[in-house]
């Protein structure tokens, strides 16, 4: 009887804890109602976009490029993008979410450089639908590493931050000390796709010390925007060179090239 009373206080008391916490949220919601990420307008959900500015998000979907990810303007079949077959990348596949327009821009913006890491959550939501295919089991998520110092300016790495609500979400494991961002690089704005390349030539090394925990695993690289590609590609070349058989790369937007650019 005794055990039976205990259960019950228990269980009063967890049903109680769940009661305070729905008031304590419906009070907050009251007096800081949702916003939309974006636009600061009133939303229904915390952590998302209202409606406009959802709409001004373009997702990319199939039918698209099997390795760069690139959509087709029409169902290619199997058939790889022009820049896959010119250029073929040194990574397996890259998927991201949606194209890098200006509303986009600005979520990663804001993300980035206005001390708003819960963003990350909507992005890693949106990259784990459109890269559904690199998760699983198998897999082990690597976010594209900060140099110390600027990681120390910014005060966290959002790379990492849209991989750790991506593991959350996936169920898929993350590893940020794999890769190391042993030389600090220019900033990559306003650089071609030569000038991003040689910026980031030599500037990753893997930790081999970590190189066990991988257990055979791909390595999905998590990146919040993916331009020419030279980041992910640097990085890519360090792990395979350090034996890593299988390298894909998923990031929140990625900027759509013209036919004769090349990533």
């Known amino acids: ?10 269980g009063l008391g967890a049903r109680l804890r769940v009661g305070l916490a729905a008031i ?16 600061l307008e009133a939303v229904a959900v915390p952590d998302t976009v209202c409606p406009k500015c959802w709409g001004q998000l373009v997702p990319i979907s199939a039918p698209l490029c099997p390795v760069l990810g690139l959509p087709f303007a029409s169902d290619m079949g199997q058939g790889l993008s022009v820049q896959a077959i010119a250029n073929p990348p040194p990574f397996d596949r890259a998927r991201s979410a949606v194209a890098y327009t200006d509303l986009a821009r600005k979520l990663v913006s804001k993300m980035k450089y206005s001390d708003r890491p819960e963003i990350a959550l909507l992005c890693a939501r949106m990259m784990g639908l459109a890269g559904h295919e690199l998760l699983g089991p198998d897999a082990v998520l ?8 600027r990681q120390r300016s910014r005060r966290y790495n959002q790379s990492a931050e849209l991989a750790r609500a991506l593991s ?7 590893n940020t000390d794999l890769v190391i961002r042993h030389r600090r690089t220019n900033q990559q704005v306003g650089l071609n796709a030569q000038q991003r390349s ?21 390595v999905v690289l998590v990146d919040d925007v993916l331009t020419t590609g030279a980041t992910v590609s640097a990085i890519s070349k360090a792990l395979k060179r350090a ?7 998923l990031s929140f937007a990625r900027v759509v090239f013209d036919a004769d650019m090349t990533v």
């Open 24 to 39: 304590g949220a419906l009070v907050l919601d009251t007096a800081f109602p949702p916003a939309c990420l974006c636009c």
């Open 142 to 149: 690597v976010p594209v590493p900060l140099h110390p110092s």
């Open 168 to 174: 959350r979400l996936a169920n898929v494991p993350m």
């Open 198 to 218: 040689r910026n980031v030539e030599g500037a990753f090394r893997v930790n081999l010390a970590q190189m066990h925990r991988l257990g055979g695993k791909r």
């Open 1 to 10: 009887m005794e055990r039976d009373a205990g259960l019950v206080k228990i």
């Open 243 to 249: 034996g890593v058989v299988s390298v894909d790369v």
